[in-house]
């Protein structure tokens, strides 16, 4: 008895050594074939969706209870940095139930029914083994935060989705969040302050009203995108492949979009092809890839090959 004793905590203190010193790294093909990717980026870009859509609606704490009990990878590690504070960013890293009772605090005043978390700008990297079994994309992204037609704040993120068994592409979970900087900072006795050159040339363009009365940002850019499609007699389809520079293969779940109009995109799926649909000739299309230098390309009307190079 003594004997197996030894054994089992003899074991369990090999495998936790292993834990500790397991050193991050990028999945390989043997662990997982890059045909199967594809559905891993697809499945942590509906999960980060997901998990904003039931975030305003949390205020009953058996709802609360189970969400932190299927939606986070470890309900007491503080691995949490409120992304939605609306007094500038925060540094402190807090466990799920501490997260959400800030988010509590910073809903508290607000109708809860006016409010609405878009995301978008939605940007991959690749898929990292952070154990022998267990592996995690990290994904950053815009997050607007609406009260009806107005913008609250927004702000680039990053979210960590975690899979504890890589063979099983379902079950994602948050690992880990953080902000990264404001694009529009919440001014509580005034207009928005933007830092972002685009985002400013913007709304210098919203204190002009149309027919249909004010326009909102995703309204107009996606509107005044549209005006310029059927103005242009001049478009074509835009295909083409991504490659990873340094491997020399097809870069899965790169995030790609058109200079623009942020909301007109796609990504590449398992062998890196893209179909971005009709734009003009001359258009600028963006390639981003966390990790990968982004790449600003002028089409020209013809296939586009792209490889991406590591930062």
């Keep these: 008895m003594k004997r197996l004793l030894y054994i089992v905590i003899l074991f369990m203190t090999a495998t936790n050594i292993l834990a500790q010193s397991f050193k991050v790294r990028e999945c390989t093909e043997a662990e997982l074939p890059?045909?199967?990717?594809?559905?891993?980026?697809?499945?942590?870009?509906?999960?980060?969706?997901?998990?904003?859509?039931?975030?305003?609606?949390?205020?009953?704490?058996?709802?609360?209870?189970?969400?932190?009990?299927?939606?986070?990878?470890d309900k007491d590690a503080a691995t949490l940095i409120p992304e939605f504070t609306r007094n500038?960013?925060?540094?402190?890293?807090?466990?799920?139930?501490?997260?959400?009772?800030?988010?509590?605090?910073?809903?508290?005043?607000?109708?809860?029914?006016?409010?609405?978390?878009?995301v978008d700008n939605v940007t991959p990297g690749k898929i990292l083994m952070n154990s022998l079994v267990s592996c995690y994309i990290p994904i950053e992204y815009d997050l607007t935060l609406m009260e009806g037609d107005k913008i609250l704040f927004k702000r680039r993120c990053l979210m960590h989705g975690y899979f504890?068994?890589?063979?099983?592409?379902?079950?994602?979970?948050?690992?880990?969040?953080?902000?990264?900087?404001?694009?529009?900072?919440?001014?509580?006795?005034?207009?928005?302050v933007l830092k972002d050159e685009k985002v400013k040339k913007f709304k210098e363009t919203l204190t002009y009203t149309n027919v249909k009365g004010v326009i909102t940002e995703k309204s107009y850019l996606k509107d005044s995108f549209e005006d310029n499609r059927q103005k242009d007699n001049q478009l074509h389809k835009c295909i083409g492949q991504?490659?990873?520079?340094?491997?020399?293969?097809?870069?899965?779940?790169?995030?790609?979009?058109?200079?623009?109009?942020?909301?007109?995109?796609?990504?590449?799926?398992?062998?890196?092809?893209?179909?971005?649909?009709?734009?003009?000739?001359?258009?600028t299309v963006i390639f981003?890839?966390?990790?990968?230098?982004?790449?600003?390309?002028?089409?020209?009307?013809?296939?586009?090959?792209?490889?991406?190079?590591?930062?």
């Design 88 to 118: 500038g960013i925060s540094s402190v890293r807090m466990t799920p139930k501490q997260y959400l009772l800030e988010l509590k605090k910073m809903l508290s005043g607000l109708d809860r029914d006016e409010l609405d978390f878009k």
């Design 164 to 192: 504890e068994d890589i063979r099983n592409y379902m079950d994602v979970k948050l690992k880990q969040i953080e902000p990264i900087k404001d694009v529009i900072v919440y001014e509580p006795h005034g207009e928005e």
């Design 242 to 283: 991504v490659f990873d520079g340094k491997e020399n293969v097809p870069l899965v779940g790169c995030a790609i979009n058109i200079k623009s109009n942020d909301y007109y995109g796609t990504i590449s799926d398992f062998d890196g092809e893209f179909d971005l649909g009709q734009i003009k000739t001359g258009e």
């Design 288 to 311: 981003r890839f966390i990790g990968y230098k982004t790449q600003k390309i002028k089409w020209n009307g013809e296939f586009l090959k792209v490889i991406m190079k590591e930062k």
């Design 34 to 73: 890059r045909s199967k990717r594809d559905r891993y980026f697809i499945q942590t870009t509906q999960f980060l969706n997901n998990y904003y859509m039931h975030l305003l609606n949390l205020e009953d704490n058996i709802i609360l209870e189970n969400f932190v009990r299927l939606v986070y990878s």
